[in-house]
């Protein structure tokens, strides 16, 4: 489906925003796992990783791109942008705070780089030409 400047700019306006909710979760839930109950740094950012992404693709389904794809295959499809981002971010986040980067600090910059690379993968890649189709096939039934 050819999208129009303006519905790319809500687009990701609203990615961006559910991102941000999702965030929010990913920081709260790390903050609880790694001051609270003295976690390290990678099973706290897995576990908070793990419930943002649930949060995020949710959302983003239904509200920013309003699919109707096969919600396994989508969440396949998210899953392997996934097992390469985690092992990855998990990596560079352990390696950076060990070396004394502040904890808060690989985050924000792990969560910015995730917002990025998330959007255009699942833009172009997981709903690729599924968007709108929520849409059209309510108004079809």
């Known amino acids: ?3 129009d400047r303006n519905e790319n700019y809500i687009q990701a306006t609203k990615f961006l925003i559910f991102s941000i909710s999702a965030g929010v979760i990913q920081a709260l839930s790390f903050t609880f796992l790694f001051e609270i109950i ?4 990678w099973p706290a950012y897995l576990i908070a990783l793990t419930l943002s992404v ?3 693709f949710t959302l983003n389904r ?7 794809a096969n919600i396994p295959l989508a969440m396949t499809k998210v899953a392997i942008f996934y097992v390469i981002f985690t092992p990855l ?7 950076l705070t060990k070396s004394g980067w ?3 600090l690989v985050l924000g910059l ?3 780089t995730n917002l990025v690379t998330e959007f255009i993968y699942t833009k172009y890649y997981v709903y690729k030409n599924n968007i709108n189709t929520a849409i059209n096939k ?3 039934t």
């Open 1 to 3: 489906m050819n999208l």
């Open 38 to 41: 003295k976690f390290e740094y």
């Open 54 to 56: 649930l949060w995020n």
């Open 62 to 68: 239904r509200f920013t791109f309003k699919s109707a």
């Open 89 to 95: 971010s998990t990596m560079w986040g352990d390696a």
């Open 102 to 104: 502040n904890a808060y």
């Open 110 to 112: 792990t969560m910015v």
């Open 138 to 140: 309510s108004i079809e």
